[in-house]
T-cell receptor
Framework: AQSVTQPDIHITVSEGASLELRCNYS??????LFWYVQSPGQGLQLLLK??????LVQGIKGFEAEFKRSQSSFNLRKPSVHWSDAAEYFC???????????FGAGTRLTVKP | DARVTQTPRHKVTEMGQEVTMRCQPI?????VFWYRQTMMQGLELLAY????????DSGMPKDRFSAEMPDATLATLKIQPSEPRDSAVYFC???????????FGSGTQLSVL
């Protein structure tokens, strides 16, 4: 069965600084990979996804992620963080047809002024 | 805008009471998921349905939890009897089989005293 690990429970960065959130997965076949963001009191919003093709994927709000098969990683990056990016970020791995999507435990991002 | 609707948004109850959470998936979506989010466990998959049939409920404590879809427009998650350790935010999500995106509700925040 697939699984997802987000090694960092909590990250604090200064506004304007760059950001990288780590995600490692375990899956027997080519995974479908996702990053979701959860703002306080809200449901999850899809930031970006990877199915196939170009391993560098662009998402909404200036986020990007790179799929590295050799490292089983799908790290999320943003060159310059805004205060509104403070939220909980979840990495997820899914199978075909969304039959079984697994989420990481989440990384909480705090943005300092 | 089509969206997943969860009710209630907040629920406070006493240990031993029955709790029922409801979810209205987006019209036309045939896959429904229930997730539980806690600080300790992160996001856990409890159950998912396709075409109203339960495909996997292995993440759900069977002795007290039950999930059903009485019809295509309603999914329910019931806890009886509830315990303090059930306190969490419960998310419902829906999707279309073969599509890559899940749509999440805003969650039900459950507090069991």
């Amino acid at each position: 069965a697939q699984s997802v690990t987000q090694p960092d429970i909590h990250i604090t960065v200064s506004e304007g600084a760059s950001l990288e959130l780590r995600c490692n997965y375990s899956y027997g076949a080519t995974p479908y990979l996702f990053w979701y963001v959860q703002s306080p009191g809200q449901g999850l919003q899809l930031l970006l996804k990877y199915f196939s093709g170009d391993t560098l994927v662009q998402g909404i709000k200036g986020f990007e992620a790179e799929f590295k098969r050799s490292q089983s990683s799908f790290n999320l990056r943003k060159p310059s963080v805004h205060w509104s990016d403070a939220a909980e970020y979840f990495c997820a791995v899914g199978a075909v047809n969304n039959n079984d999507m697994r989420f990481g435990a989440g990384t909480r991002l705090t943005v300092k002024p | 805008d089509a969206r997943v609707t969860q009710t209630p948004r907040h629920k406070v109850t006493e240990m031993g009471q029955e709790v029922t959470m409801r979810c209205q998936p987006i019209l036309g979506h045939n896959t429904v998921f229930w997730y539980r989010q806690t600080m300790m466990q992160g996001l856990e998959l409890l159950a998912y349905f396709r075409n109203r049939a339960p495909l996997d409920d292995s993440g759900m404590p069977k002795d007290r939890f039950s999930a059903e879809m009485p019809d295509a427009t309603l999914a329910t998650l019931k806890i009886q009897p509830s315990e303090p350790r059930d306190s969490a935010v419960y998310f419902c999500a829906s999707g279309s089989q073969g599509a890559e995106k899940l749509f999440f509700g805003s969650g039900t925040q459950l507090s069991v005293l």
